[in-house]
């Protein structure tokens, strides 16, 4: 096997081993904007990132940032409904790593709600920076990209000094 290796994830869960020359090209799946389509597909990024190695709390970290990227495509990208979400999810072996990202075709729309409505919101990216290891927000004239990634071992806290 090369050195360049990928995981691939469907939206039915089931993953499957690719190999990759670099760059790796992007390995999409499409499903409509809906948020009916958003919890199966949690799931299985849930069951993918803990069958490469992540904890429990870890894996569902994956999952939730994915969601909240998904839900904002939901939201803001189509906010008439009718667009397409894409989803990729890749284990990079040479960085050590995994990456999920999320895409859209839309034009975002910030609504912002009456302070007297009792909506909430504005906080995804916030949870989904405090979620992963890594986050970038690509915002292109038609479309957004959010693209995050977790490193495959959890970064080691700094132990203090032994004493003498």
Request: aromatic share 6%; charged share 20%.
């Given at each position: 096997m090369s050195k360049h290796e990928a995981w691939t994830m469907s939206v039915n869960g089931s993953a499957n081993r690719v190999a990759a020359a670099p760059p790796d090209p992007p390995h999409w799946h499409e499903v409509p904007a809906e948020p009916g389509r958003l919890r199966p597909i949690c799931r299985a990024l849930t069951d993918w990132a803990s069958g490469n190695g992540f904890t429990d709390n870890r894996a569902e970290a994956v999952?939730?940032?994915?969601?909240?990227?998904?839900?904002?495509?939901?939201?803001?990208?189509?906010?008439?409904?009718?667009?397409?979400l894409s989803v990729r999810a890749a284990f990079r072996i040479e960085a050590a790593r995994i990456e999920i990202a999320v895409q859209d075709r839309g034009r975002?729309?910030?609504?912002?709600?009456?302070?007297?409505?009792?909506?909430?919101?504005?906080?995804?990216?916030?949870?989904?920076?405090?979620?992963?290891?890594?986050?970038?927000?690509?915002l292109e004239e038609v479309g957004t990209t959010v693209r995050m990634a977790w490193d495959v071992a959890e970064r080691a806290k700094p132990q203090p000094h032994p004493s003498a």
């Open positions: 999952a939730l940032a994915a969601y909240e990227a998904m839900a904002n495509v939901v939201t803001h990208a189509y906010p008439d409904g009718g667009g397409v975002w729309l910030i609504r912002a709600a009456p302070e007297d409505s009792g909506e909430h919101g504005g906080r995804g990216l916030v949870l989904i920076r405090s979620l992963a290891d890594h986050v970038e927000v690509l």
